[in-house]
């Protein structure tokens, strides 16, 4: 067999045995089929068959294995969201959720980035009925993601960040051209319910009580590679919010909608502790001012 024949088999076998429809819809799939053209009936041209198994028994013991490895993965990458599940359920759900959206990368570390808008996509469409767990369990499902991807993903704990100082430092003059540079690693995200409560309950025992829905905004970050999520009202977190986009805290300032009975000078006490909070939870790595 020549290595290019060789190539061919083992391309072929990938496509067959990683296609989420199984073996037989693997065999019949253009991508396989691009590399061997044979139907499942005479695989045996490609594959022997042993004493004990035909040649598609053989490729599913593979095909198995993998699915098995995938389904490992999601349980790793989901663990509270499991727990509220039950392992019955999460796995119905992730099966579904590995046909639909097959591993496309190199790495699994990307898995399970789409498992909350799966189990969206699947909520039922039926308004009048009581969906309410269902919104919980996808909302659990995306902050469970966000704290892994925080955790995974770049940080800022070599570089020393913005402190309280600093921002006092800067004339009232200045603030509204100011560029704040936030850590790598802060993001702020929308939620339906604090499932971050619950999250950490969870953490900590085999059981927690699911909290009422109550529209949720959390920063998550990380400090001396500890996740850390903050609960912020909404004003303050459509305003972090653009300045994570880039907006001057003038521009980010103009964009919020505030309302029209709001006591500036109250208001004005009220950004001075935000800024210092973020401050202190180190949101930020230095300030950008125009020459």
């Not at 819809?25 to 068959?49: M, T």
């Not at 579904?96 to 097959?102: K, V």
């Not at 929308?190 to 409560?197: A, I, K, N, Q, S």
Request: hydrophobic share 45%.
């Amino acid at each position: 067999m020549s290595k290019h024949e060789l190539a061919k088999i083992q391309a072929w076998m990938q496509h067959v045995i990683m296609h989420p429809g199984g073996v037989q819809a693997g065999i019949e799939a253009d991508e396989a089929r691009e590399q061997i053209d044979v139907a499942p009936e005479a695989v045996e041209q490609v594959i022997a068959p042993s004493s004990r198994q035909t040649s598609v028994e053989r490729l599913a013991v593979y095909a198995n294995a993998y699915q098995a490895r995938l389904l490992e993965c999601l349980r790793a990458e989901y663990p509270i969201t499991l727990k509220a599940m039950g392992e019955e359920l999460f796995d119905q759900f992730a099966i579904g959720y590995l046909e639909r959206y097959p591993s496309q990368s190199y790495t699994l570390d990307h898995l399970g980035a789409q498992f909350a808008t799966y189990l969206a996509e699947t909520r039922p469409a039926d308004d009048d009925a009581d969906w309410a767990w269902l919104d919980f369990l996808v909302d659990l499902a995306r902050l469970e993601w966000n704290i892994a991807e925080v955790f995974d993903g770049p940080g800022a704990e070599r570089e020393p960040p913005l402190d309280t100082s600093q921002l006092l430092a800067i004339g009232p003059e200045r603030w509204p051209e100011a560029r704040l540079v936030a850590v790598p690693c802060l993001r702020v995200i929308r939620l339906d319910f604090p499932v971050h409560e619950y999250y950490r309950a969870l953490r900590k025992a085999d059981e927690a009580t699911p909290p009422e829905r109550g529209e949720t905004w959390l920063a998550i970050t990380r400090r001396n590679y500890v996740v850390r999520h903050l609960p912020l009202v909404p004003l303050e977190a459509a305003l972090l919010d653009s300045i994570l986009g880039g907006a001057t805290v003038g521009d980010a300032l103009d964009r919020m909608e505030l309302p029209a009975d709001l006591d500036p000078q109250a208001f004005a006490g009220t950004l001075r502790g935000w800024f210092e909070r973020w401050s202190a939870e180190g949101f930020f790595l230095r300030v950008e001012l125009p020459q």
